[in-house]
């Protein structure tokens, strides 16, 4: 059986694979570079368009909608960190980006195209948001559902509800 450790780096080769921010794989472990040395780890070119740090992708509707979607999903895979009181694993980050990617293709950003609205790294810094209470569990004033926020953002509305007027708003909803 792996060690508990072994099996962390991994997890955290694998998220180097899924796209991972290599300043936001160091920030869950400290030692990845020196434990990869000779294992041929190599980190691929970051996406220069996407910045982790910055929520401006979470304050567009369907930017929302697409946050919120991994956020249903991540409680539904690890629901004892449902109040999301501290980082999450490597393996949970690579389950709810994995979960986001398969079901929702098209809220996802690829490899090729970088106009999608989700992914890893903006998944990655999401959570810390939310952890860190710049993101915050709000009520819909219009259907009285949950949903999560930027605490800064006016919106009242869950992106179920401001999307409602649009065809096809119910496939996205996850219970
Ligand atoms: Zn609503």
């Known amino acids: 059986m792996f060690s508990p450790r072994f099996k962390q780096t991994s997890d955290l ?5 899924a796209g991972l921010n ?4 160091k920030a869950m472990d400290p030692y990845f570079d020196k434990k990869c040395h000779g294992l041929g780890v190599e980190f691929p070119k ?7 740090p910055f929520l401006g992708w979470f304050a567009k509707t ?3 909608l697409a946050g ?15 109040g999301i009181t501290r980082s999450l694993e490597p393996s949970e980050l690579l389950a709810v980006s994995r979960a986001v990617e398969v079901l929702y293709p098209e809220l996802t950003i690829t490899h090729n195209e970088t ?8 998944i990655y810094g999401l959570f810390e948001a939310i952890k860190d209470h710049r993101v915050v569990n709000y009520t819909c004033s219009r259907c009285g559902d949950a949903f999560i926020k930027e605490a ?5 509305n869950c992106p179920w509800c401001a999307l409602s007027s649009r065809v096809g708003s ?4 996850v219970a």
Do not use: C, F, T
Not at 152 to 156: D, I, K, L, M
């Open 13 to 17: 080769i694998q998220l180097v694979h």
């Open 22 to 25: 290599k300043k936001l794989v």
């Open 46 to 52: 970051a996406k220069k368009k996407i910045q982790a």
């Open 62 to 64: 369907h930017g929302m």
């Open 68 to 82: 919120n979607i991994a956020y249903r999903l991540y409680l539904r895979l690890s629901p004892a960190n449902a």
């Open 115 to 122: 106009d999608g609205l989700i992914e890893i790294n903006r």
């Open 152 to 156: 800064s953002q006016a919106s009242r």
């Open 170 to 173: 119910a496939n996205y909803k």
